[in-house]
């Protein structure tokens, strides 16, 4: 007989799924569905004998225990109350093994009730597992999330699409054959997430029960679900893999994290630009197909413009690169047909004679504005004169960049009506055949007359244009500033005022409520009127207060469905108690401002669209403090990561639903602002952003209330 026991390997529980145990991968070992499977489209499933193993487990390891004490008793010789001994030690063993098998019972009743109720959507199993609130709660909505809804709740999603989102101000699909494909379930599965997670926000369905972990849980869904074409390949995929782009991207920059959107965004023009959708579609296509192809090319474009209204954000797209026609008109694209229209370049720059007004649609009405837009942005914000023997340019030269943009806008004005109120032209150019207004046409006109008002807000600025005029050594014609103020002052006026002309057609889904966009633009026309409570006449500061207080209410009916229209609305508020800082800037007599940098950066931070839609807070960090920031590695680099081939991706960790961006940084004014950070709540997350595996959506999208 040996002297020492004999040697029992311990058995490995398995943990791994089946299909990562066939295929050798390493299996992250969520339930009920693991990573792998799921970006696989795979279905995971466990071995059913694992609590089995476990028992087993414990079995085997309380007899080897036994065997030990049996063998140092009968060493030392102690054989008189072995058997005694040995019947406890049996007893507890017995004990344990019982213990285990009535926690592997109780393991798969909530398996059972948990599977059930994940299948149901909202059935609440919680109660089974103790009060809400303890540690070790299962909050099963928000796991229900994490898969596809029943097919009646992803068609009401469609519906909320095309009644509260399309046109408003993007255009991404074919209404008649988008709800076609998803009928026949026909619509990859990374773009139902999106368009669940764009929708839900406007949903009163019970399932929704928590809008912010839907939200949260469906993009996060859709952005893992996406597979890349990496190489090189294209595919009738391709058309669905950058709508969905834009759809997160969205969602991720009205919550905050602009960085995030900024690099999806790039990613996806990067990808339009591969699959050549900056030229004519191919012939081949159906009419309805070229068109959208079109219509999403250019929802990009519009996109790419608005998101670079700040400093040190250029656009991606050139307008030199647009080679295909403009959108058609709503009618014709419903009804399958082919509308020949001129190209970005034509429209804008061609002097042969073309009628915009009489030509182009309401979104290439938009597009059109988007690109003066682009080029004012960018010059207010930051672009330099031409440098002369005598110094830059001044503005008032008739060629300077200024006077180019100026006269741009004045050839819009006249060509598009765009100085008209834009409740009288909806009345009279988009009305559906029963004389209802057709929200799908009207939406982008009022959208092109906000951008068109914004336009001259930035390039006729106050504090951006005397900013600018210190630099230059000529004498400022005292006349150029009393028409730029007075222009600048008009504009914000029209700008606040333009959501109560939309209301006063009394069309309930056209609102501009549901475009975040228009945040912004209260935003830059709440900070001129501030600037005009403390100066001027009496009639001009009640002119002002008026004007205020409508930017003011419009941010906040925005704020309900839009996270970062209420940080503008809390720094417009803020803006406000401060604001006779200001009032030398908007007093045309006085052409040296002298400011603090403090102020200078808060102005800045005031027209800066990323800026305003990460922090509701004033008072930037310092450019050093920025600049150290910024050399962290990227928190989105797992993102990209996560979407490369199989083999050259990692599985991600499941969402834990919360903000871990940490606060961005921006340098101070006269330092140069500098790019915009990564997005952030107000929280200093940054060990969180080291350790993140994938782009995870805070739970809190907007106020929902």
């Not at 009743?109 to 089974?128: E, F, I, M, R, Y």
Request: glycine letters at 4%; aromatic letters at 8%.
């Amino acid at each position: 007989m040996s002297e020492h026991p004999p040697y029992r390997p311990i058995r490995r529980i398995r943990q791994a799924c089946r299909n990562c145990r066939r295929k050798k991968a390493r299996c992250p070992g969520e339930r009920p569905e693991c990573t792998f499977c799921s970006r696989l489209g795979q279905t995971c499933t466990y071995s059913d004998d694992e609590t089995s193993v476990q028992s087993s487990a414990v079995s085997s390891t309380s007899a080897t225990r036994a065997r030990k004490v049996q063998y140092r008793l009968s060493r030392d010789g102690n054989k008189d109350n072995l058997s005694d001994r040995l019947s406890a030690l049996e007893n507890q063993v017995a004990g344990v093994v019982d213990a285990v098998k009535g926690f592997e019972t109780a393991l798969k009743t909530l398996s059972t009730q948990l599977t059930k109720a994940l299948s149901n959507g909202v059935q609440d199993v919680a109660a089974t597992a103790g009060p809400q609130g303890q540690e070790g709660d299962i909050t099963v909505p928000t796991q229900a999330y994490n898969r596809l809804p029943p097919m009646d709740i992803i068609q009401s999603a469609a519906n909320l699409y095309f009644r509260y989102c399309h046109n408003q101000p993007y255009s991404l699909f074919h209404e008649a054959s988008f709800r076609s494909k998803v009928e026949l379930n026909e619509v990859p599965t990374h773009l139902l997430f999106a368009l669940l997670a764009s929708t839900v926000r406007y949903s009163s369905d019970p399932f929704f029960a928590d809008k912010n972990a839907a939200v949260a849980a469906y993009a996060n869904q859709s952005w893992r679900a996406i597979v890349m074409p990496w190489n090189g390949i294209q595919s009738d995929a391709e058309l669905s893999i950058v709508q969905t782009i834009l759809l997160l991207a969205i969602i991720d920059y009205t919550d905050g994290r602009t960085q995030a959107s900024w690099i999806k965004v790039g990613l996806a023009i990067r990808l339009c630009q591969d699959f050549r959708m900056m030229v004519e579609p191919d012939k081949s296509l159906s009419a309805p197909q070229q068109e959208e192809r079109r219509r999403v090319f250019w929802s990009f474009y519009l996109c790419d413009k608005l998101i670079s209204c700040g400093r040190e954000r250029p656009a991606t797209v050139l307008d030199t690169q647009c080679k295909l026609q403009l959108p058609g008109d709503e009618n014709d694209w419903r009804a399958g047909c082919y509308q020949q229209t001129p190209t970005l370049d034509v429209a804008v720059n061609d002097g042969s004679g073309i009628n915009p007004r009489s030509s182009l649609s309401p979104f290439a009405i938009t597009v059109v504005v988007a690109s003066l837009l682009g080029r004012s942005a960018q010059y207010a914000l930051g672009e330099e004169e031409a440098q002369t023997a005598a110094g830059k340019l001044p503005p008032w030269n008739p060629t300077s960049k200024y006077s180019a943009i100026h006269s741009a806008v004045l050839q819009l004005e006249s060509e598009l009506g765009l100085n008209e109120a834009v409740s009288g032209k909806i009345a009279q150019f988009c009305l559906a055949p029963d004389g209802s207004i057709d929200q799908h046409r009207a939406a982008p006109l009022a959208f092109a007359h906000a951008l068109f008002y914004l336009c001259q807000c930035l390039l006729y600025h106050p504090f951006l244009l005397k900013q600018r005029l210190s630099e230059v050594t000529q004498r400022t014609p005292q006349r150029f500033l009393d028409q730029t103020s007075a222009s600048c002052r008009l504009a914000a006026t029209s700008l606040s005022q333009l959501l109560g002309d939309v209301k006063s057609l009394h069309c309930p889904t056209l609102t501009t409520s549901y475009d975040p966009f228009y945040g912004y633009c209260n935003m830059v026309a709440g900070v001129i009127h501030s600037m005009y409570l403390t100066a001027g006449d009496p009639t001009d500061r009640e002119m002002a207060a008026r004007s205020f207080d409508l930017s003011m209410q419009n941010l906040k009916e925005l704020s309900y469905y839009w996270k970062s229209c209420d940080m503008m609305h809390a720094r417009l508020e803020d803006f406000r108690a401060n604001s006779e800082r200001y009032a030398a800037l908007v007093d045309p007599t006085v052409q040296d401002v002298d400011l603090s940098p403090d102020d200078a950066t808060d102005l800045i931070e005031c027209l800066d669209y990323a800026r305003m839609s990460t922090t509701g807070r004033r008072r930037s960090q310092s450019a050093t403090d920025h600049a150290a920031f910024s050399q962290l590695p990227s928190p989105f680099f797992e993102e990209l990561v996560s979407l490369l081939p199989l083999s050259y991706s990692r599985p991600v960790s499941p969402p834990p639903f919360a903000d871990i961006f940490g606060q961005p940084g921006a340098a101070a004014f006269d330092a140069g602002m500098a790019a915009q950070g990564p997005g952030a709540n107000l929280y200093d997350m940054h060990s969180e952003i080291r350790s993140s595996t994938a782009t995870e959506y805070p739970t809190e999208v907007g106020q929902f209330r």
